[in-house]
């Protein structure tokens, strides 16, 4: 366990359990240096402990990376609650979650992630203050989305030349909350809309309402496009389909998109812009905490705005160091965290 801790870096690791709700439930704390660990909270089955408890580290580094290229004042933390089986009464788990997280005094702070829902983080905040994302806060999703818009015309302008989307062919992949709120924007701006999704519905809703093209789930990847939008699952730039992406660009807001650190290097061998996916999504991070924070709309829709900033500075370095976007966004983000890089 701790060498584990030790190579990501990590500040700290607690464990609760509680017999009478059935929680099982590990917080990681990676990195404080700039606040409060923000992160969010997963309820997944895992096969064993220690992957659940490799999962909640990976994330929390990942976390730390995010919010300091995101210029908020937060560290990086992640929770994962083990799901049950069987879960008798779910709010009274998430109610013991809750004051698993008060028992630390403000040193990480919750939001929604996979398997949870803002009705979670409601009965959370009856214990504690240090959640967001509640029922009150709303949706981070727009705000991911918002942020992705930003990233893409920044990227389009690095790579093609304008940021200019009207007629661009943008193909997005996964139409859930953030990617279908991404295909509005891009609709708006008068982009040629190519889109998948593993749920007919979704697309056919895209069709209809947005004009979109339909593309089967298997060959978005390799379909001749401007810029990939991977809005679904993370792992899918990897070894084999590196090689048969046919874009100028991959822009989107997928989690850990690159199966490997590597991938980056082809892409970039390749001559495929790569938008650093911790940085073009921290739309969703950006507006918990300063929603969180208690910041009107407007401050926060301006601080969005920045993330078109941030990769064209980040394109930039790349270009002048003649490294891929996601190295150089690494680079950066150990140098404020560590001061080093
Ligand atoms: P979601 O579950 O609402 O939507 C994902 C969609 O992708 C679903 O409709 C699913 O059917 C589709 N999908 C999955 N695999 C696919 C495939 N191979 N081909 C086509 N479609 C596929 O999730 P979301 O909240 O929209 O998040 C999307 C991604 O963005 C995730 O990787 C998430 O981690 C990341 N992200 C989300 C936020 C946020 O604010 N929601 C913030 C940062 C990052």
Not at 10 to 23: F, I, N, R
Not at 288 to 314: C, M
């Amino acid at each position: 366990m701790f060498a584990m801790m030790e190579a990501a870096r990590l500040e700290a690791l607690h464990l609760a359990q509680d017999p009478a709700t059935g929680l099982k439930a590990i917080i990681a704390i990676h990195n404080t240096r700039f606040g409060p660990a923000l992160g969010g909270c997963r309820y997944l089955a895992y096969p064993d402990h220690v992957s659940a408890l490799r999962d909640a580290i990976r994330l929390a580094q990942g976390m730390s990376y995010k919010a300091a290229l995101a210029g908020i004042e937060h560290g990086g933390g992640k929770a994962v609650i083990i799901r049950p089986s069987h879960v008798d009464n779910r709010g009274a788990l998430f109610e013991a979650f809750g004051r698993f997280i008060e028992t630390l005094n403000g040193r990480y702070i919750t939001a929604v992630d996979s398997g949870t829902s803002s009705a979670d983080m409601d009965c959370i905040a009856q214990h504690t203050r240090h959640v967001t994302s509640t029922t009150a806060e709303g949706d981070p999703s727009p705000h991911t989305a918002m942020g992705v818009f930003a990233g893409i015309r920044a990227t389009a302008q690095a790579r093609l030349g304008s940021d200019d989307l009207e007629g661009l062919r943008v193909a997005v992949q996964g139409l859930g909350h953030v990617g279908y709120a991404l295909a509005e924007q891009l609709a708006v701006a008068g982009a040629d809309l190519l889109v998948s999704d593993l749920d007919p519905g979704r697309v056919q809703l895209a069709v209809e309402q947005l004009g979109a093209r339909p593309v089967a789930s298997e060959a978005l990847l390799t379909t001749p496009c401007d810029i990939l939008a991977p809005c679904g699952l993370g792992g899918i730039l990897n070894a084999e389909t590196v090689g048969q992406l046919r874009c100028a660009a991959v822009a989107g807001a997928a989690n850990n998109q690159l199966a490997s650190a590597e991938i980056a290097d082809e892409l970039e061998a390749r001559g495929i812009l790569y938008a650093p996916d911790y940085v073009i999504n921290s739309g969703g991070l950006i507006y918990v905490a300063l929603r969180h924070r208690g910041d009107a709309l407007p401050a926060i829709t301006a601080h969005l705005s920045r993330i078109g900033l941030r990769l064209t500075e980040i394109y930039a370095h790349a270009q002048a160091d003649k490294r891929s976007p996601a190295r150089v966004a690494d680079a950066l983000a150990e140098r404020l965290l560590y001061g080093e890089g």
